[in-house]
């Protein structure tokens, strides 16, 4: 099993910055992909960045710009730091792991971002 645990969200005015952090514990052996998606209210859960174990990185063109996605492999942490942050990144953020084995994902409880105008 894997276990997947966000920190990090709040409250930041437009233009601010936050880094979100997400640890991974568990079975993780071989290739795979750590990321993160958004939720808005009343809208579907989307892609916003994902980091491989070889370090190829992908950005929604949303984000593209202003956050950037890292990891620790010793430490199976992935980061997002989000900077130049505005009122639609308000959402609730999902870590997610992949495992590229056993084609399975993996997701955390999710952390709130809000962004005030």
């Known amino acids: 099993q894997v276990q997947v645990v966000e920190s990090g969200g709040g409250l930041v005015q437009a233009g601010g910055s936050l880094k979100l952090s997400c640890a991974a514990s568990g079975s993780i052996f071989g290739a795979n992909t750590m990321g993160w998606y958004h939720q808005a209210p009343g809208k579907t859960r989307e892609f916003v960045a994902a980091?491989?174990?070889?370090?190829?990185?992908m950005y929604a063109d949303s984000v593209k710009g202003r956050f950037t996605i890292s990891r620790d492999n010793a430490k199976k942490v992935v980061y997002l730091q989000m900077n130049s942050l505005k009122p639609e990144d308000t959402a609730v953020y999902y870590c997610?792991?992949?495992?590229?084995?056993?084609?399975?994902?993996?997701w955390g409880q999710g952390t709130q971002v809000t962004v005030s105008s």
């Open positions: 980091i491989g174990s070889s370090g190829s990185t």
């Open positions: 997610n792991v992949f495992l590229a084995l056993s084609s399975r994902h993996y």
